[in-house]
């Protein structure tokens, strides 16, 4: 059974940092992409960034480009999300999904596993 825990989280003054982690169990980690999504109270979830297995392909979106960064430690069956510059917009439960290939572009509908999510809250 696939476990996805994610840690990191809490708050933050705008302008600041906070580097999520996620620790995965169950399947074979390095074999998979992995994705960071985020979801803010009364919004859908929405695609943050996305690592293939060998970290070699990247993808952000928008709001993250050149502010975020994604990350893998294949040894230690983790993925990173290093978060600078935070705004108050980037409030959101954070949650790092496992995909269900090796690559992936950031659809929802392409990962099969999620964490439980690890909440960031930014404030002004």
């Known amino acids: 059974q696939v476990q996805l825990a994610e840690s990191g989280g809490g708050s933050v003054q705008a302008g600041g940092s906070r580097r999520l982690s996620c620790a995965a169990s169950?399947?074979?980690?390095?074999?998979?992409?992995m994705g960071w999504f985020r979801q803010a109270p009364g919004k859908e979830r929405e695609f943050v960034a996305d690592?293939?297995?060998?970290?070699?392909?990247?993808y952000y979106a928008d709001s993250a480009k050149g502010r975020f960064t994604i990350s893998r430690d294949n040894v230690k069956n983790t993925v990173y999300l290093q978060m600078n510059s935070l705004k108050p917009e980037d409030t959101a439960v954070y949650y790092c999904?496992?995909?269900?290939?090796?690559?992936?572009?950031?659809?929802?509908?392409?990962?099969?596993?999620w964490g439980q999510g690890t909440q960031v809250t930014v404030s002004s």
């Open positions: 999904a496992q995909a269900r290939g090796s690559w992936s572009s950031g659809r929802y509908d392409e990962y099969l596993h």
């Open positions: 690592i293939s297995w060998s970290g070699r392909d990247i």
């Open positions: 169950g399947r074979t980690f390095r074999s998979y992409a």
